[in-house]
């Protein structure tokens, strides 16, 4: 970590002198050659009323940009900074000068005689430990089931300036749950400003972060589905806090950061309650990046319930006449002529309509299917448990060739003179299949229309199916062909 907080110095002092001063700090001065540290100077003045609260200046007798770290994880810049020490001890403050010459560092131990605890009744720790009576402590965890929990925005080195904001990109709900980014958490106890970091063994970060924790010997990193990288890194037992009340501004001890590496142990505290806490990193390992967080406690941190879906009997119907069908049916794995507006190629037995829908398996895929989802409901299967069509199964599809299968577990490798209808539970997704109820009717007739329906009473108790699935020439080969039907319904 020290590579890591020498690098951070550095890049924080080139920002200084590029983008981070104001004009008039360069126009009122020359900055001229670079100091020495027995030519600094700084004073330590306790607040008269509160010593544990020490303003520190600079007294240094040259001009020059100053920045403070306070010995007790806490850092500041400017010509004057305070700093709050709720615990007796030694502190160890530095200050550093940068000019245009180059900079210089001068350490001054202070005594803190007494503990403030006072100094911790401010409701920033209130709400991030809940509280001095709290014994256990207070978990946050990535409030991993709503968008915006973890974003980026431009940090302090993007030609535009930093924003407050992840302007340029919000995860949304469980977006990173393949990778260990959810697996962290962290619990923060008032008594002994004391966070314990619990993880699953990996931090989760980017290219950049990783090749920073690689030159700090954690080389150890996967490719996540998720993307970017997870790396080895297993916390310590236990590090320290501190807050910058003033500020706003939360500082972790020993490197420790939030399960995601960007180079900082220091955070912004953008809003926090009982119940939420938004932080700001500014990366140093790519300044150019903020990242953002939204953590919740860990009891809060619960997938919500699926709403439970009513039942309804709602008749579907439709003929394809129209260029917008009212029954629209999605395609898995369908071939490019697969249309719902097609000019009936056998206008005759019994089907005189002019319009069809063409269907076509494509060649080398397994699982062509269409399929309807309803929305919002479940299907009432209590009477609305038939449906209908017409087919037609054209003669000049190839049912002799022997194809390629998905699996052994496949009997036929033949295209067929077939249409199935199944239901199933949408709800499940990739897995809906498992729930499934299909009528097959195979070996039909070629070159005419046939009537059809599918009747599922005997299912009539389920209430959970919500999807519909049609399927020609039979699943599981890779052979392909040409299938049409019409009149669609789905009725009592």
Not at 132 to 142: M, Q, Y
Not at 151 to 177: I, R, S
Not at 281 to 298: F, G, K
Request: aromatic share 14%.
């Amino acid at each position: 970590m020290k590579n890591i907080l020498k690098t951070g110095i550095m890049m924080a002092m080139a920002s200084l002198l590029f983008v981070a001063c104001e004009p008039q700090e360069f126009d009122d001065y020359d900055l001229g050659s670079a100091p020495q540290s027995e030519q600094l100077s700084f004073s330590v003045n306790p607040k008269a009323d509160q010593p544990n609260v020490i303003a520190f200046s600079n007294t240094t007798d040259r001009p020059g940009i100053a920045t403070w770290t306070f010995g007790n994880g806490a850092s500041g810049k400017g010509q004057s900074a305070t700093s709050e020490y709720p615990f007796a001890g030694s502190y160890d403050v530095t200050m550093t000068l940068v000019t245009d010459g180059g900079a210089a560092t001068f350490t001054k131990t202070i005594e803190v005689a007494e503990d403030d605890l006072s100094l911790l009744q401010n409701p920033l720790y209130t709400a991030l430990t809940g509280g001095a009576d709290n014994a256990e402590g207070k978990t946050w965890v990535f409030d991993q089931y709503n968008g915006g929990h973890f974003g980026v925005g431009p940090g302090e080195a993007f030609a535009d300036g930093p924003t407050m904001t992840a302007d340029w990109w919000n995860a949304g709900a469980n977006d990173k749950l393949e990778c260990s980014l959810y697996t962290n958490k962290f619990t923060f106890k008032q008594v002994g400003v004391e966070m314990i970091w619990e993880n699953n063994g990996f931090v989760y970060t980017n290219g950049a972060g990783a090749a920073a924790l690689a030159d700090m010997g954690y080389t150890n990193a996967v490719v996540p589905p998720a993307g970017d990288l997870d790396v080895e890194y297993s916390p310590n037992a236990s590090y320290n806090f501190s807050l910058v009340t003033s500020d706003s501004t939360l500082i972790l001890s020993d490197g420790a950061f939030f399960g995601h590496y960007a180079g900082t142990s220091t955070y912004k505290i953008l809003s926090i309650s009982e119940n939420e806490m938004y932080l700001r990193a500014q990366s140093t390992v790519e300044p150019v990046n903020a990242w953002y967080y939204r953590l919740i406690p860990e009891e809060l941190n619960v997938e919500p319930e699926e709403p439970e879906l009513p039942l309804e009997a709602n008749p579907l119907s439709e003929d394809f006449e129209s260029e917008t069908p009212s029954v629209v049916f999605a395609t898995e794995a369908m071939g490019d002529r697969t249309n719902a507006h097609y000019q009936n190629p056998a206008p005759f037995n019994g089907n005189q309509s002019d319009y069809v829908y063409l269907y076509e398996k494509k060649a080398g895929e397994f699982y062509s299917n269409i399929s309807y989802v309803a929305q919002d409901y479940k299907f009432d299967l209590t009477t609305q448990n038939k449906i209908s069509l017409q087919v037609f199964i054209p003669s000049y599809n190839d049912y002799t060739t022997e194809n390629n299968v998905a699996g052994e577990w496949i009997a036929n490798n033949q295209l067929q003179a077939s249409i199935a209808v199944k239901l199933q539970n949408n709800d499940l997704g990739g897995s809906a299949w498992e729930t499934q109820t299909e009528i097959l009717e195979t070996g039909l007739e070629t070159g005419k229309w046939i009537e059809l329906t599918f009747d599922f009473s005997h299912v009539a108790d389920r209430e959970d199916y919500n999807k519909i699935v049609i399927q020609f020439g039979t699943e599981g080969h890779d052979g392909g062909g040409i299938f049409f039907f019409d009149d669609f319904e789905f009725h009592e």
